[in-house]
């Protein structure tokens, strides 16, 4: 398995650096360019949300890239992003509706929906310590 | 670092085409609501929004173009986007967003359907 972890400091577009080392990563996997780009849009999303939501003391997001695989042949790429900040509880998040969205004032939320449409697996692991988004996709 | 998107407008007859060039993040998507609602003010009811330049948006920057949607919506008028990348394509569906502003694969199809 090779690893590689980025610390980006909570400033805006900080995602764009972590999307750039995703595309490097899943590139040199052979991932297919519209695979890479969905996996670019869910890593964005991620670094957005622990960016607004996370309200860690050390303003830090922590991105770790996982190649995993058969030996010479690694087949896929796992990513995690971590902050530590205050966690929240992804069971009591409602699902956000086009209908219900239209309707009301404040129009973001979307974030882990889409990590979850883009993404073969997600994982949430939240708590005091802070959140940690595990995702992952096949090459 | 910044990532700044650039947009330029066409105006045409009884449609506007709105060409973005970068990314749609929260600013990006400000830009965007700056001339759609430029131009309605100046009577366009029908938009088109062409992203052939634009390879990567956020939640953020969308959820600005809801409120376009939601715009359009209230006043009756037809927004459309055209030339979106695979991912975005997917993400506007995830959405739910292809529901309330149809997408078109080109421009030269988006303009024929939008002004039927």
Not at chain 1, 1 to 24: D, F, G, H, N, Q
Not at chain 1, 34 to 42: L, N, P, Q, S
Not at chain 1, 106 to 114: E, T, V
């Amino acid at each position: 398995m090779r690893e590689v972890t980025l610390a980006l400091p909570m400033i805006p577009e900080m995602e764009i650096e972590a999307s750039k080392t995703a595309t490097a990563i899943a590139e040199s996997i052979r991932m297919s360019p519209d695979r890479i780009d969905e996996v670019r849009m869910a890593v964005v999303e991620a670094c957005i949300n622990a960016l607004e939501h996370s309200h860690a003391s050390d303003r830090e997001v922590y991105v770790t890239f996982q190649v995993l695989g058969e030996g010479g042949d690694p087949d896929k790429l796992r990513i995690m992003v971590r902050d530590t900040g205050i966690g929240f509880s992804p069971d009591g998040l409602e699902e956000p509706t086009i209908e219900g969205k239209l309707k009301a004032v404040r129009k973001r939320g979307w974030g882990l929906k889409i990590i979850r449409g883009l993404m073969d697996e997600v994982e949430i692991l939240s708590g005091a310590d802070g959140t940690t988004v595990v995702m992952s996709k096949m090459r | 670092m910044t990532e700044s998107l650039n947009i330029t407008v066409d105006r045409r007859e009884g449609l506007a085409v709105i060409y973005t060039e970068g990314y749609i993040n929260n600013q990006g998507g400000e830009e965007i609501a700056k001339a759609a609602y430029k131009l309605l003010d100046e009577g366009y009811k029908t938009l088109l929004l062409n992203l052939a330049g634009t390879k990567i948006v956020n939640s953020i920057g969308i959820s600005i173009l809801i409120e376009i949607i939601e715009k359009m919506i209230e006043i009756d008028g037809k927004l459309g986007f055209c030339c979106l990348t695979p991912t975005i394509e997917k993400t506007f569906h995830i959405m739910g967003l292809a529901q309330y502003a149809p997408i078109y694969p080109d421009e030269a199809t988006a303009v024929a359907q939008m002004r039927s």
